[in-house]
């Protein structure tokens, strides 16, 4: 194998042992690839989404051709700017800057901020008539109120945990 061969595998090598971990997979670049095509809008949040994933499976076939396919190792297949793209891919995925990476994180300032600029209706004034109290009926209505209560934090742990959740798996 020349050197560029060589540094074109070991670079793709690298790559796809971060992709395998980052994933929890056996195949790691494919994984990158797979998930990006499983967003189908991903071009129309991340600008480069559609040139990363045409740049990552062209690299991807050069792999495979070098793998196996018989001859290859004398022929060079990739070229520097191959090796330097694949290098900083890498270093990309490490800082959090690739397109996944970047979908991830507008997704949830997107679901921040929904969240936070929701209008919320004003609560309307009921008139409320003073009920005479009779005698034993404190305690049943404190404990209404004390259910209420503990059914609303409940809720809203439910919805905090859904949304992590939601958040986690994008």
């Known amino acids: 194998m020349s050197e ?61 051709q070098y793998s196996h396919e ?22 990309d995925i490490l800082n959090t800057r690739d397109p996944l990476a970047q979908y991830r994180s507008a997704m949830a300032f997107r679901a921040r901020r929904t969240n936070t600029t929701k209008q919320v209706a004003a609560p309307t004034k009921r008139q409320v008539t003073p009920r005479p109290v009779e005698k034993g009926t404190e305690p049943k209505e404190s404990a209404q109120k004390y259910t209420d209560i503990i059914l609303v934090v409940f809720s809203i742990i439910f919805i905090v945990i859904v949304i992590g959740i939601m958040l986690f798996h994008l």
Request: proline share 1%; net charge negative; with cysteine.
């Open 70 to 91: 018989i001859g290859t190792s004398y022929t060079e297949l990739c070229t520097w700017e191959d090796v330097d793209w694949l290098n900083a891919f890498y270093e």
């Open 4 to 64: 560029i061969n060589d540094e074109f595998m070991e670079a793709f090598k690298h790559l796809d042992k971060i992709c395998r971990e980052m994933f929890h997979a056996e195949r790691g670049i494919t994984t990158y690839i797979n998930e990006m095509e499983r967003i189908p809008n991903g071009s129309g949040v991340i600008s480069n989404w559609n040139s990363t994933l045409r740049r990552l499976k062209e690299l991807r076939h050069i792999r495979n």
